[in-house]
């Protein structure tokens, strides 16, 4: 059993930056950050393997969001810079095995319970 929490969820405006935060009870093969909009579907943002590369981003976020994660630390980020409205969701952390980081929401063991970030325009 992995237990995910996510923080550094908040509003800011338009073209602004904030870093997120999923702190695990230990390190599992692959996490990722999805988000979730009201009314749609949950969307794969972005996953990282235990190896600490990046395996899957979303076209959408190319070039304005990074992923990281320290394995010492258990823990996962998301810097995102350049922030649109349309990016306003709940972020969720999510964990699973090696195969989980093609970025399919279904293949996720493991979830946080999300962090609510909104853009102003």
């Known amino acids: 059993q992995v237990q995910l929490q996510e923080s550094g969820g908040a509003t800011v405006q338009a073209g602004g930056s904030l870093r997120l935060t999923c702190l695990g009870s230990?390190?599992?093969?692959?996490m990722a950050w999805l988000r979730q909009i009201p009314g749609r579907e949950r969307e794969a943002v972005a996953t990282?393997?235990?190896?600490?590369?990046?395996?899957y981003s979303s076209d959408d976020i190319k070039g304005r969001f990074t992923i990281s994660r320290d394995n010492d630390r258990n823990s996962m980020y998301l810097q995102m810079n350049s922030l649109k409205p349309e990016d306003s969701a709940t972020y969720y952390c999510?964990?699973?095995?090696?195969?989980?980081?093609?970025?399919?929401?279904?293949?996720?063991?493991?979830w946080g319970t999300g962090t609510l970030v909104t853009i102003s325009s």
């Open positions: 990282i393997h235990t190896s600490g590369g990046p395996t």
């Open positions: 999510a964990a699973g095995p090696s195969f989980a980081c093609g970025g399919s929401p279904g293949d996720m063991d493991y």
């Open positions: 230990h390190a599992p093969h692959c």
